[in-house]
């Protein structure tokens, strides 16, 4: 962590790619190794959570793939997007393994946050109200 924050104090891009590790920023590096916090503070620095590496993977493939329900939700939160298609043209819900114990759950956070806001929280400018 006293890399990374020594780096980004030096004012190092948090969404450069790296091409040796497949294309992918400094969050998919954080994403895959499980690395909570450098996911955290990446994303306070305005790393993308959307960026794709050379496979069309974004971060939130990966948690997903690892069942990894914290990095998951961190990445919705950070507005990740649910909806993007990955490599095989698969969405995250579809790299959750189906034998996985914890499945379940992260398939009902994934749909969460797939669903659209209920009518009443939109501005009246999108409602046509």
Partial sequence: M?????????????????EMLGGGTALHVASRMAWF???????????NPNATDRLNQAPLHGAARRVDARAVSLLLRSRANVHAIGPEGKRAVDFVPLEHPRRD??????QAYARPPPRESLPSSLTGF
């Fill in 2 to 18: 006293k890399a990374m924050n020594l780096l980004i104090r030096a004012g190092a891009n948090v969404n450069s790619r790296n």
């Fill in 37 to 47: 916090e450098g996911m955290e503070r990446l994303l306070e620095r305005d790393a």
């Fill in 105 to 110: 759950k992260l398939v009902l956070l994934l």
